[in-house]
């Protein structure tokens, strides 16, 4: 290869790079002057600095998605979206461990978020796959084994995690006591373990499409993906640590201003966890909505229950055992509307997932269930 050959390809990777480029520079901006900065700006600034960071922290997300999509072409199904989801949920895990341990009392963080993520996903994500994969394609097939797979370990955990500690006594309020967590902390990462061997050993063919026409002669993921650029799976697998190091970091310096705002703007206290569950979400959404146009429903199914499980899984463990370390209060139970709310969407799920297939008319009922759950957070 010629040295201008070479130039020309380390330019293109530089270019395909910038998002990383810029967490760096911010990161290392706010890492000496953050403070200083922050503490004497107006609430109107502190807003702009909330949306810059924002941005900066959601265009690395998408960085680091890009270099996790590209091993799931490498990799094949079902451990591409599983690498993906894992990558994605990385994301939120360290996100909520930055703002817990920034000192603020913040204690229904966890469940505003793990919340926020189901309502997002299973109604918002889900809703608008189907919509628009059924105003293209009709109606769309998946595998039912592996929707229910998802969908038992989903149940459970959920109503475990979110409406449980409303009804016990051990302790005042929807908390758990030391031992409750404990077995919370146990029973998630043991079913989710359990799970991982049924999705990648024993019952990997429940994850993979039905074998239909469509998919046989339909497009591989590289067509979902048309200006991919493959290297060796390690480049990609370090690449999506790079990405991660400044978001943990710049998410530790957004709590500051988020909890600010919310505070200067009196906006509802669950804004944080939404905020902080679309920042984690978007690029997930972005491929999820791509998977289900282009009639790849398995895809996106395995991708958006997918995220759902291992949120409730191993968000739920990292949060207690951060809050049994330094001695917090994480409130987990739901208030009645919220409860009532989430048992539908769990019983809509089992309706929706129940048949292997789908049409426009189930993704119009999740998103109705979506804006239920935006109108009640602001009222």
């Keep these: 290869m010629t040295d201008s050959a070479t130039e020309a ?68 199904e079902p451990y591409g979206t599983l690498v993906l989801t894992l990558s994605v949920i990385s994301i939120e895990v360290a996100m909520i461990a930055a703002l817990m341990l920034t000192g603020n009392e913040y204690p229904t963080l966890a469940r505003e978020t793990m919340y926020a993520v189901v309502m997002i996903v299973l109604n918002g994500m889900v809703g608008l796959a189907l919509l628009l994969g059924g105003l293209r394609h009709r109606e769309q097939e998946y595998n039912l084994q592996g929707a229910n797979s998802f969908l038992a370990l989903i149940l459970p955990l959920a109503v475990l995690v979110l409406i449980f500690p409303n009804y016990t006594q051990s302790t005042d309020g929807p908390t758990f006591s030391v031992p409750q967590e404990i077995f919370l902390c146990a029973t998630a990462l043991g079913l989710y373990a359990v799970f991982l061997a049924v999705q990648t050993v024993s019952h990997r063919s429940y994850f993979i499409s039905p074998a239909t026409e469509s998919d046989a002669t339909g497009p591989d993921l590289k067509d ?42 009196d906006a509802p206290t669950a804004l944080g966890g939404f905020i902080v ?8 959404a972005l491929s999820s909505v791509r998977a289900a146009q282009a009639n790849r429903l398995q895809r996106a199914v395995n991708l958006l229950l997918g995220s759902v499980a291992a949120t409730i899984s191993l968000t739920v463990p990292a949060v207690l055992l951060i809050a049994m370390a330094t001695e917090k209060t994480v409130v987990l139970g739901l208030g009645p509307v919220d ?11 089992m309706v929706t997932f129940g048949s292997g297939r789908t049409n426009v008319l ?10 239920a759950y935006v109108g009640l957070m602001f009222d």
């Design 9 to 76: 390809t380390a330019l293109k990777m530089i270019r395909s790079e910038i998002a990383l480029l810029s967490a760096i520079v911010t990161t290392i901006a706010f890492a000496f002057f953050g403070t200083q900065w922050m503490e004497s700006l107006s609430p109107g600034s502190l807003l702009l600095v909330t949306v810059f960071l924002f941005g900066i922290i959601l265009a690395s997300a998408f960085g680091l998605v890009r270099h996790a999509d590209t091993l799931a072409v490498l990799l094949g």
């Design 224 to 265: 979902e993906h048309p200006g991919l650029v493959v290297h060796a799976p390690g480049f990609h697998a370090a690449m999506i640590i790079f990405y991660l190091l400044p978001i943990v970091f710049l998410s530790k310096t957004i709590a500051f201003p988020i909890d600010a705002t919310i505070v200067s703007f």
């Design 277 to 284: 569950a679309v920042l984690v979400l978007s690029p997930e």
């Design 339 to 349: 409860s009532i709310l989430l048992l539908l969407t769990l019983g809509v799920c």
């Design 362 to 371: 189930q993704g119009a009922v999740h998103i109705v269930l979506f804006l």
